[in-house]
């Protein structure tokens, strides 16, 4: 049975188990006054039924899951030839690979040897029991939670009590699983990057000026060793982004000021929404827009009045990152806006200030704190944007600070190291871990920045 299939009838075991467990909270109290002798309501001896019954049975089937493959693996090589068993690694990872490809259909048999296609017999067998075993084992153990939790029903039971408790180490988990997750990115990443550090020095990547990742095969190939400098990466990911900030703070404040304090409620309800499409257009779109459209509108307006214009460059790139940022400013600035208590409005208009005054002096300095985090944070997003800049600024990597020239970003130079088959023993691919890793302490210093202006320039109404 297909893992899917097995998933579907535990949630419709999930959901019997609920009505079951609700229905045995109502006879237990047949005859002690109904559904008032319960310490709890009747859903929630339903929903006691329903955890017992999904989660043991779901943690079977994830584990299942995690250790099948590599179990199936072990048996069918065990029964190989010790020909086979003494290749290296990769060869025989390969070899699998053509064992499981037949066994799945994929691969005509005369690709494969006879060992081949006899190990893809045993494959297939060995899958389809486990597949019969998974379910088996995984609607057992359903059912078995399912009879215990509708045997402990009782109107003394503190269900609510028990499903809250569960319900909270749920949530603790999710919380956890969050935290590792992050850590199990960082780790990835700090791993590969201090591979790359071991050849080439820190002080070169972070202080050098020129960026070139061409490593050679040999030592008497021209480029034999690259150069690494971070700083022109910096530089254009700091320009790309201050011309995006540039567009996106003043017309996002401005046009939350005028949804919160001067649109009306119908113009605001139309308007709102269709400005936050623009938060959900594929970035790949914004970049064909910059370089279709605005690259060379710039081009040939800075042409017309005798500058000199990349034909990929930093203002093109800029303004259109500026325009896909502005939902995000205004949408957080106009909510941040209107947290501010109406009691300040109407006394800074009872003691005759114009509406004017009362944004600039009252509105806008009680929620300045929020502000300032949001447009940091937009400025994080600024900064790990790619499309955009792929297509519009190029992969030339400049140290400039004129937003005329064709410049790159850290993300940008991410993606061109890790294109195509790499192998993960030279510098120039490593190079891609270690500007990973400075991109995720800019941005994380960015969002630490943004919550430390939050929490210490807040204020607190009642």
């Not at 297909?2 to 535990?10: A, D, I, Q, R, S």
């Not at 890790?418 to 990973?436: H, I, M, R, S």
């Amino acid at each position: 049975m297909e893992t899917t299939t097995v998933f579907l009838v535990l949630v419709l075991l999930t959901i019997i188990s609920f009505f079951m467990g609700r229905k045995r909270s109502h006879a237990v109290t047949s005859g002690l006054g109904g559904a008032r002798a319960l310490h709890s309501l009747p859903k929630h001896y339903g929903y006691m039924a329903a955890l017992w019954a999904l989660l043991p049975a779901l943690l079977v089937l994830v584990l299942w899951l995690v250790f099948e493959h590599g179990v199936i693996t072990r048996m069918v090589l065990s029964e190989l030839p010790p020909a086979v068993q003494d290749m290296p690694a990769s060869q025989q990872g390969l070899y699998f690979n053509q064992i499981v490809s037949y066994a799945h259909g994929a691969t005509d048999a005369s690709m494969l040897d006879e060992t081949q296609v006899l190990a893809a017999q045993h494959y297939r067998f060995y899958d389809s029991t486990s597949r019969s075993i998974k379910a088996l084992l995984v609607f057992l153990v359903a059912l078995a939670g399912a009879i215990l939790a509708l045997r402990q029903i009782r109107p003394a039971l503190r269900a609510r009590n028990h499903v809250e408790g569960i319900l909270k180490w749920m949530l603790f988990g999710c919380s956890f699983l969050a935290v590792l997750t992050t850590l199990g990115i960082v780790m990835s990443v700090l791993f590969e990057a201090i591979r790359f550090f071991q050849a080439i020095p820190i002080a070169d990547f972070l202080f050098g000026l020129e960026w070139s990742p061409q490593m050679a095969i040999r030592a008497d190939q021209v480029a034999a060793s690259g150069s690494f400098g971070f700083v022109p990466l910096l530089v254009g990911t700091l320009l790309i982004s201050a011309v995006a900030m540039v567009i996106a703070v003043p017309v996002g404040l401005m046009s939350a000021i005028y949804l919160s304090e001067y649109a009306t409620r119908r113009f605001r309800a139309v308007t709102k929404p269709v400005l936050e499409i623009l938060a959900g257009v594929p970035t790949v779109v914004y970049g064909f827009f910059a370089a279709l459209t605005v690259a060379p509108f710039i081009r040939g307006l800075g042409e017309s009045i005798g500058l000199h214009v990349a034909s990929e460059s930093a203002l093109a790139a800029g303004l259109v990152m500026g325009i896909m940022i502005i939902p995000f400013v205004m949408s957080l600035s106009d909510d941040i806006i209107n947290a501010v208590p109406d009691t300040l409005r109407e006394a800074s208009l009872g003691m005759g200030a114009t509406m004017n005054e009362t944004i600039r002096k009252v509105l806008l300095p009680a929620a300045l704190p929020g502000i300032v985090g949001g447009i940091l944070l937009a400025v994080s997003r600024a900064i790990g944007e790619t499309m955009i800049v792929v297509m519009a600024a190029g992969l030339s990597a400049k140290l400039t600070i004129n937003p005329l020239e064709a410049v790159t970003t850290i993300t940008v130079q991410i993606v061109t190291l890790l294109v195509g088959d790499q192998e993960f023993d030279n510098p120039k691919t490593l190079a891609a871990f270690a500007l990973g890793l400075v991109l995720f302490f800019v941005t994380l210093l960015l969002n630490v920045i943004a919550l430390y202006v939050v929490r210490k320039y807040r204020e607190q109404y009642e």
